[in-house]
C-alpha cells in the first residue's frame, strides 16, 4: 500500500519561509516518475506548484513561485522537500503531496495524472 506522508506546514508571516516534506512508501518509483506539489486553497481549484523527476534531472514549477519556491528530493529517504521563501499570503493553502510512474511531460502538471496522494497539510501566510 502506498503511503505519502507531508509535514512541515505552519502559520507563518508574508515574507518569511517554510519547508514541507513528503515522505514515499510503499512503491518504487522509476525514473520517469514524478513527484510533486499541488494546492488547494478555499474556493479555488487545485494548482500545480512544483515537481521532480524520480531522477532528480528535472524539476518544473508554476510560474508563481518560480524564484521563491525550490524542490528536492532525496532518494535515499524516498523523500521530496518544498523549499519556500518569500511566502506571501496568496500562498495559504493546502498543499497535497503526489507521485506517479512513467508520467508523461505534456501531463507533469496535471493533478489528474498522479494515482498516488498525500492527506495534506496546511500552509498559512498573514500579511
Known amino acids: 500500500q502506498v503511503h505519502l506522508v507531508e509535514s512541515g506546514g505552519g502559520l507563518v508571516q508574508a515574507g518569511g519561509s517554510l519547508r514541507l516534506s513528503c515522505a514515499a512508501s510503499?512503491?518504487?518509483?522509476?525514473?520517469?516518475?514524478?513527484m510533486g506539489w499541488f494546492r488547494e486553497a478555499p474556493g479555488k481549484e487545485r494548482e500545480f506548484v512544483a515537481v521532480?523527476?524520480?531522477?532528480?534531472?528535472?524539476?518544473y514549477y508554476a510560474d508563481s513561485v518560480k524564484g521563491r519556491f525550490t524542490i528536492s528530493l532525496d532518494k535515499t529517504k524516498n523523500t521530496v522537500h518544498l523549499q519556500m521563501n518569500s511566502l506571501k499570503p496568496e500562498d495559504s493553502a493546502v498543499y497535497y503531496c503526489?507521485?506517479?510512474?512513467?508520467?508523461?511531460?505534456?501531463?507533469?502538471?496535471?493533478?489528474?495524472?498522479?494515482?498516488?496522494w498525500g492527506q495534506g497539510t496546511q500552509v498559512t501566510v498573514s500579511s
Open positions: 503526489a507521485a506517479e510512474n512513467g508520467i508523461i511531460l505534456s501531463r507533469i502538471w496535471t493533478g489528474d495524472a498522479y494515482s498516488d
Open positions: 510503499g512503491r518504487t518509483y522509476s525514473n520517469s516518475g514524478a
Open positions: 521532480i523527476r524520480w531522477n532528480g534531472a528535472r524539476t
